[in-house]
């Protein structure tokens, strides 16, 4: 059973570019939620989706923007990229109706560098 | 605004002692706390969790300890083992599954 998939693992952007960055769900799961990890940080909530709408959002700008498709798969796009979005990006999966720890899966995260 | 912090960093111990990982919180609505474990290059995995009406959870050689009146929890690991080094993580969720996450801490189990 795979768990959560995320590509690419690792990319490089000049500032100023966009990104779009990938998540597939754990299979069952229909909520996925973006993190945003800096060095020595925490991973700090950018939003959330649930039957392709955004559900919750955090303390993110509006050139984070997201999408979630029909089969639960979300995307994370970032326009306008400056040097502070260099970060991992974590995605995690969870069924809409479990809170806490259940199902609550994060993937590998993708490594963003803007240059 | 930090609503979970780590205040330490980085902790060291030998193999075979306790490893006490601290946390604390400023929302006194939270009723759900959980511990997650990082290694580089993973994802976080999730380790234990408590719920705000207990003050003590038990898995194995993990316990997670709450006060709630001090809104401080902390995860104690005994014995240590070197597989468990890594990063830890403690979170706690809003009533929309958002998760506040600390910092982090970074455990070095010394063989």
């Known amino acids: 059973d795979a768990g959560v998939t995320q590509s690419p693992t690792h990319l490089i952007k000049t500032r100023g570019q966009q990104v779009t960055l990938r998540c597939s769900p754990k299979?069952?799961?229909?909520?996925v939620s973006w993190y945003q990890q800096a060095l020595g940080q925490g991973p700090q909530f950018i939003f959330q989706y649930y039957e392709e709408e955004e559900r919750q959002r955090g303390n993110f700008p509006d050139r984070f923007s997201g999408h979630q498709f029909p089969n639960y798969s979300s995307e994370l796009n970032v326009n306008a990229l400056l040097l502070g979005d260099s970060a991992l990006y974590l995605c995690?999966?969870?069924?809409?109706?479990?809170?806490?720890?259940?199902?609550?899966?994060f993937g590998s995260g993708t490594r963003l560098t803007v240059v | 605004d930090q609503q979970v912090k780590q205040n330490s960093p980085s902790l060291s111990v030998q193999e075979g002692r306790i490893s006490i990982l601290n946390c604390d919180y400023t929302?006194?609505?939270?009723?759900?706390f959980l511990w997650y474990k990082k290694y580089p290059a993973e994802g976080p995995t999730f380790l234990i969790s408590i719920s705000s009406i207990k003050d003590k959870n038990e898995d194995g050689r993990f316990t997670v300890f709450l006060n709630k009146s001090a809104k401080h929890l902390s995860l104690h690991i005994v014995p240590s083992q070197p597989g468990d080094s890594a990063v830890y993580f403690c979170a706690a969720p809003n009533t929309g599954n958002q998760f506040y996450f600390g910092t982090g801490t970074s455990l070095t189990v010394i063989p």
């Open positions: 299979s069952g799961h229909d909520t």
């Open positions: 995690a999966s969870s069924l809409s109706r479990d809170r806490g720890n259940y199902g609550y899966t």
């Open positions: 929302n006194s609505m939270f009723d759900y």
